[in-house]
Every structure is written in C-alpha cells, then in structure tokens.
C-alpha cells in the first residue's frame, strides 16, 4: 500500500475518531429516523481501523462490530451517496452480514454517508426485515438530508468542545457568520414546520407526537447554543453596561433562585436582614449569577445544592458555592476561557460551551465588581463577585 493511501486511510481514522467523540443525544434522533424511514431498526456507526462501528442505535438486537469490508459503511464510501439494499439475502456484500443471517432476519437496508473533515467516517442506516412500507429512492432521500443535519451539529459540537479555547479573535466575524447561516437559518426552518404541523390538528398521528416533541426540545436546545454562541461573541466585541442604578442585591437574588425552575429547590439563599446596596444594572448582574448557578448545579452533582450568599461587609459581595469534586489547578486557571471546559466535563460527555464564566466575568467587571473562582479538589467551586 502506498504512503499516500496509508496518510488518507489515517487521516479519515482520525476524522472518524472526533466525529464519534462528538456525536451526543443521538439515540433521540435516531428514534426519528427510525419513524421517518418506517423501519424498525436504526444505527450510526462509524469507520475504525479494521471495523466498522456501532455508535449508536435503535430497536437491533446486540450486534458486535462488523469487518469495514462487510459494512454500509464501506458501501457508501465507495459510492459516495446514499444506497439502498432490497433484498441483502442475495447482495454478494451483505448476504454473510450478522442482522441479514441473524434472527433479527433484515432483508431491506439503506444507509447514507457521514462526513467529517473531507472524510466519509461512517454511515446513518436503518435496517428492515419487510415488508416495506415506503420505496428505497425515499428512503435514501430521507436518510440523506437527516445525515447532513447530523453532520451540522456534530461538526459544531466538536468545535465547542474541543480541548483548547475557540480564538474568537482569530477570523471572529467569519465564525459568527457562518453559524448564523449554517445552523440559525434552517433551525428556523424546522421549528417552523414543526410549529406548523403541531398546530394542525390530525397532521401527526398520535403515536408520533412524542418524536415531535424529541425533535422540538432538541431544536430549541440547539437554538440556545447557538443564541449563547453569538451573545459571547458579541460580548467580546462590546462591553455590556447597561442601565446602571442602585439596586438591594438581596431582591437580585431573590430573583436568579426563583428563575432556576425545577433546580430551585436546589438553590438556597444566604442572606442579610437588611438591604446591600451597589450601582449595577440589575438585569445583567442577575445574568451573570445565573450562569455561575447553572454552573454550580450542573457540575456540583446530582441533587446536590446551591448556596447563594451575600455579604455586605467588608464590600458588597455575592458567592455561589456547590458541593461537587471541584477543580485541579491546571482546570482552574483555565476557567473562564471562553469555550473552555474542564477534564471532568469533558470526559463525562456533559452538555455545555465552556462559556458561563466568561460572560458573567465580563459582565460583572463592566458592573465594576470583581469575579474570582476558587475551589481544591474534593471540596467543591465557589465563584465570588466583589463589588
């Protein structure tokens, strides 16, 4: 095999590595897919080395990876598109495949190819023992657009949650641009037609209002990220002061605790007899506390509270405090990097930007306060606002 092929063959390795460390909250969408295309069965997998992997799937029996020579995946790499299988029984390719020889008993398969970094690293497929329901042709098409919708957000996420900060001030206009007009633009899209559909009475059967309501909350979850995406990005560009007047950070408080929803029973309230006055936009400070809480319940652990504290001597000052596992020093002097995200949240998949801290700290220094964050390992975060 020639060094070129080798260098391509580990490029897309590597391509394929990130697309799958990126892939989150699949299972819903595939469960979509799975109705869409009516078919029982639906799987992303994703090209290794040798094999072919499973990602993700729905409705399939536990089936191990496959040779990458005996996959979809390899199927639509060679073609370049989307194919479709009607009966894999008698297709030299797909006939010894475990779901075609096994009890779940496929006969149909489609599948559509992945991208990532100029690569194909893997396939969106659904699997159907028969009959069919819908043709191959809108299948594939189906399969197709689904499969750059994925590849969309995927790419993003990776973006978001890589290792090292995003440079916003490297060619920042350009990435705002482009997020605005890649994800903004057909999220409208879809929050519209669904708002449509939903809204028409008998348009969705009933069976599938649940699908609907999976598609609408992880429509609007991304719309959130990209709204917080373009509001820090906006943030480094302009200082956020606001309309300034003096304000009882007590009512303040009050306020961020209240507006954390179902997590309010989390957040308990430390706070003086009397009032704590500071000059401030009390908009914005609630912002900026209401990141550091969020903050504090998603990583402080699973049912674990939230202290909000105030203090008025010797200076006005707010302190959110969570019980969780709290940050090395490597961690900790990173946090507020704007995309940044600590080895924890990172190695535990969970949601999030890397973006809390840095726009309450910008916020809370046009405010003229002082945020700091300190915490050891083993005895939780606290983030102080000085003012």
């Known amino acids: 095999m ?76 060679e073609a370049d598109s989307a194919v479709a299988v009607d009966d894999a029984a008698h297709d030299p390719r797909m006939a ?47 399969l197709e657009r689904i499969a750059r919708r994925i590849d969309s957000e995927t790419s993003l996420r990776h973006l978001l949650t890589q290792q090292q900060p995003l440079p916003l001030a490297i060619d920042q206009d350009e990435v705002v641009t482009a997020i605005s007009h890649e994800v903004r633009t057909p999220l409208a899209v879809i929050q519209g037609r669904l708002e449509m559909l939903t809204g028409t009475p008998g348009a969705i059967a009933p069976e599938y209002l649940k699908h609907a309501e999976a598609i609408r909350r992880n429509a609007d979850r991304l719309c959130r990220t990209v709204d917080n995406l373009l509001r820090a990005a906006s943030q480094h560009r302009h200082t956020p002061v606001g309309a300034r007047d003096v304000i009882d950070l007590r009512t303040a408080m009050q306020v961020v605790a209240a507006g954390m929803g179902p997590a309010a029973e989390r957040v308990l309230l430390d706070l003086p007899a009397h009032p704590v006055w500071v000059t401030a936009d009390q908009r914005l400070v609630e912002i900026a506390v209401s990141q550091l809480v969020n903050n504090a319940l998603h990583h402080g652990g699973p049912g674990a509270p939230v202290t909000i504290s105030l203090a008025r001597c010797p200076q006005p000052t707010i302190e959110v405090r969570d019980s969780g596992p709290g940050l090395d020093e490597t961690d900790l002097s990173r946090l507020g990097t704007a995309f940044f995200r600590g080895c924890d949240a990172r190695r535990d998949e969970k949601a999030g930007l890397g973006l809390g801290i840095s726009i309450s700290r910008r916020i809370v220094e046009a405010q003229g306060g002082r945020l700091t964050v300190h915490s050891l390992r083993g005895e939780g975060v606290v983030a102080r606002i000085a003012f």
């Open 2 to 77: 020639s060094t070129s092929v080798i260098s391509k063959a580990q490029s897309q390795n590597a391509a394929a590595a990130r697309y799958r460390a990126a892939v989150a909250d699949i299972p819903e969408v595939l469960e979509m897919v799975s109705d869409v295309c009516r078919a029982p069965m639906a799987a992303l997998k994703v090209v290794g080395d040798t094999q072919a992997h499973v990602a993700a799937a729905v409705g399939m029996p536990s089936v191990g990876d496959v040779p990458k020579s005996a996959s979809l995946c390899d199927m639509v790499s």
């Open 96 to 142: 010894g495949h475990p779901l075609v020889t096994g009890s779940a008993h496929v006969r149909f398969l489609a599948a559509a190819p992945l991208h990532y970094d100029g690569h194909i690293v893997g396939a969106l497929c659904v699997f159907d023992p028969g009959p069919r329901q819908i043709d191959a042709a809108t299948t594939t098409r189906f």
